[in-house]
């Protein structure tokens, strides 16, 4: 199992960044992907999850109305546009998997993760 992602930047306040998580060894069409973060002195929070099951899609209450969890099941690779980003964004963002079908609620339940890609928001 490897997560790999893509994608971060620097942008300023209010830009847009996509992130790419692409896995290999097991199928994102069939296990739940979420998508984390941590900043500096903070612990590691649950961004947004898809589920492998019936689809279901989770978002935190920060993120909500600006970013959005999609999947390419043919090129195997979950993504997240991130939109109207603000300062408060900028962490280094995981994808992770518990390569159990539905999202779990515990970063504790998530096994695989990728190396982490960079974003910052700043002007």
């Known amino acids: 199992v490897q997560l790999v992602e893509s994608g971060g930047g620097l942008t300023q306040p209010g830009g847009s960044l996509r992130l790419s998580c692409a896995a290999s060894?097991?199928?994102?069409?069939?296990?739940?992907i979420g998508w984390f973060r941590q900043a500096p002195g903070k612990e590691r929070e649950g961004v947004s999850c898809i589920s492998g099951s019936d689809n279901s899609i989770y978002y935190a209450d920060s993120v909500k109305g600006r970013f959005t969890i999609s999947r390419d099941d043919a090129k195997n690779t979950v993504y997240l546009q991130m939109n109207s980003l603000k300062p408060e964004d900028t962490a280094v963002y995981h994808c992770a998997t518990s390569l159990r079908r539905l999202c779990r609620p515990r970063r504790a339940d998530y096994e695989y993760w990728g190396q982490g890609t960079q974003v910052t928001v700043s002007s």
């Open positions: 060894g097991f199928n994102v069409d069939y296990y739940a």
